[in-house]
C-alpha cells in the first residue's frame, strides 16, 4: 500500500497542525489538520478530505489493526450543512470490516493427479505402458494470507498451459494454480513437474523390441 511505504507523506498528513514562516520570517502561518478521523479511532493511518458541487463531501482514509489495513472510499457524502456524515460513515465502515474480516491461509491441499505424457518412456520400462508424471505446486515462501469475510471462501482452479510431451525436466513449469474470489483472481502458483521424463524415440523402441525378441 503507497500510504505505508511513504513515511515523509504519513507524518506530514498525520500532524494535527503546523506553524510555519515566510521566508524572511515576518510573518506566521497556522495550518490545521481537518482530517478528524485521525482522532477518531485507534489504528488511523491517514486520509484526504474533499468537497465538489456534483460530488458533494468525500473522503478516502486508511486504518491499520492487528496486522490488517483498511481503506474506506466515500463520495457524495452529505453536501453544506451535513459534511460531519463523512467520519460516521467512515467510523461505521471501519467497525464493520474489523468485526468481519479476518486473514485465512489459502489451501494447501489441492490434490493434482498424474498426468500422461506424450511420447515419455514409462517409469515401468515396458514398451506398451504409458508414461505418467507427478505435478507439485510450487508455493515458493508459502501460501498467501487472504483478508476475508467470514462467509466468504476462496476457489481454486487447476490450469494446464498444454498436453505434456517428452522430454520434460524435473521442475519444469506445465500449468498453475489459481486462486480466485468471487471470479477476480487473488494470485496463482506455478506447477511444476516432480521427475524428469525422458523421449521415447527410436532407439528406445528398437531396444525394448530387441529385448522381447530375445527373451531378456
Known sequence: MALKQKENFICITRTPNHTFQDINKTRNFTCRNHNAF???????????????????????????????????????????????????DTVKLMEYALENYTYRDLEQDVELPSVVVEGGVPESGRLFDEAHVKLEVDYGDGVAQVLLRKDEEVDSKVEMYDALVAPLKQGECVGKLVYSLNGDVITEYPIEVTHEVGRRDVSWVFDKILQLYLGL
Open 38 to 88: 485521525l482522532q477518531m479511532m485507534e489504528g488511523a493511518i491517514s486520509g484526504k478530505t474533499g468537497f465538489t458541487g456534483k460530488a458533494g463531501y468525500c473522503y478516502v482514509g486508511a486504518l491499520e489493526r492487528d496486522g490488517r489495513t483498511f481503506v474506506v472510499s466515500l463520495l457524495a457524502c452529505g453536501w453544506p450543512n451535513n459534511k460531519n456524515y463523512k467520519w460516521k
